[in-house]
T-cell receptor
C-alpha cells in the first residue's frame, strides 16, 4: 500500500497521560498536514510541514501539542497531559508541491484518540 | 471569516437516483474548492475539485458546480449506488493549501 499510513489506528489513554502518533506520508510528498476531526464535524487544520520545516500552526494547537518531521519524511504529533477534550480523530495528509496554488491532499486513515 | 458550511446534514435518496449535495462558503479569497467523501472509519477521500475561475467541472458520475455570486458549491452524483453512502465534505483551499472543511452531509442510499 503506497498511501498515507498512520499509527496507531486507535489509542485509549487516561487524562494526564502523554500520547504520540505517527504519520508516514506518500513517498516523495514534501508537504505533510495534521488535522483534527471531532464527531460529526469536518477536519480542522492543526499544522503543516514543508519538508522538515513547520510552516504554520493553528491556534487550535495549544502548547501541549507538538509536531515534528525531523527528516522530512514521517511526522509525529505528541499531546502532553491529555484532556478529555482532546478526544478526536487525528488525520494526516500529504501532497507534493508542484507549482500552482493547489495540489491534492491525500489523507491517511486517522488515529482515533479517546481520553478517559 | 474562514468558514465553509453545508445546508443539509443528511440526505437520503433511492438507488439509481441523482443526488445533489450543497455547500455554502464565505471566503472570497479561496482559489480551489474540493469535495471529499469519508466512509466510516476512514480518512477523507478526494472526489473532485474546481478552480475558482470555473463554474462547472465533471468527473466520472460526479459534477461540481460553483456559483461565486452567491458563494455556493454543489456536488451532483449521477445514478447513485450503495457504495456512494458516506459523509461528504466540501472544503476550500486558501493560499497556503490549508483546507477549511464544512460540517459534512451524510448521504444514505436506499435500495
Amino acid at each position: 500500500d503506497t498511501g498515507v499510513s498512520q499509527d496507531p489506528r486507535h489509542k485509549i489513554t487516561k487524562r494526564g497521560q502523554n500520547v504520540t502518533f505517527r504519520c508516514d506520508p506518500i513517498s516523495e510528498h514534501n508537504r505533510l498536514y495534521w488535522y483534527r476531526q471531532t464527531l460529526g464535524q469536518g477536519p480542522e487544520f492543526l499544522t503543516y510541514f514543508q519538508n522538515e520545516a513547520q510552516l504554520e500552526k493553528s491556534r487550535l494547537l495549544s502548547d501541549r501539542f507538538s509536531a515534528e518531521r525531523p527528516k522530512g519524511s514521517f511526522s509525529t504529533l505528541e499531546i502532553q497531559r491529555t484532556e478529555q477534550g482532546d478526544s478526536a480523530m487525528y488525520l494526516c495528509a500529504s501532497t507534493k508541491l508542484a507549482g500552482g496554488s493547489y495540489n491534492e491532499q491525500f489523507f491517511g486513515p486517522g488515529t482515533r484518540l479517546t481520553v478517559l | 471569516g474562514e468558514s465553509v458550511g453545508l445546508h443539509l446534514p443528511t440526505l437520503s435518496v433511492q438507488e439509481g437516483d441523482n443526488s445533489i449535495i450543497n455547500c455554502a462558503y464565505s471566503n472570497s479569497a479561496s482559489d480551489y474548492f474540493i469535495w471529499y467523501k469519508q466512509e466510516s472509519g476512514k480518512g477523507p477521500q478526494f472526489i473532485i475539485d474546481i478552480r475558482s475561475n470555473m463554474d462547472k467541472r465533471q468527473g466520472q458520475r460526479v459534477t461540481v458546480l460553483l456559483n461565486k455570486t452567491v458563494k455556493h458549491l454543489s456536488l451532483q452524483i449521477a445514478a447513485t449506488q450503495p457504495g456512494d453512502s458516506a459523509v461528504y465534505f466540501c472544503a476550500e483551499n486558501i493560499g497556503t493549501q490549508k483546507l477549511v472543511f464544512g460540517q459534512g452531509t451524510r448521504l444514505t442510499i436506499n435500495p
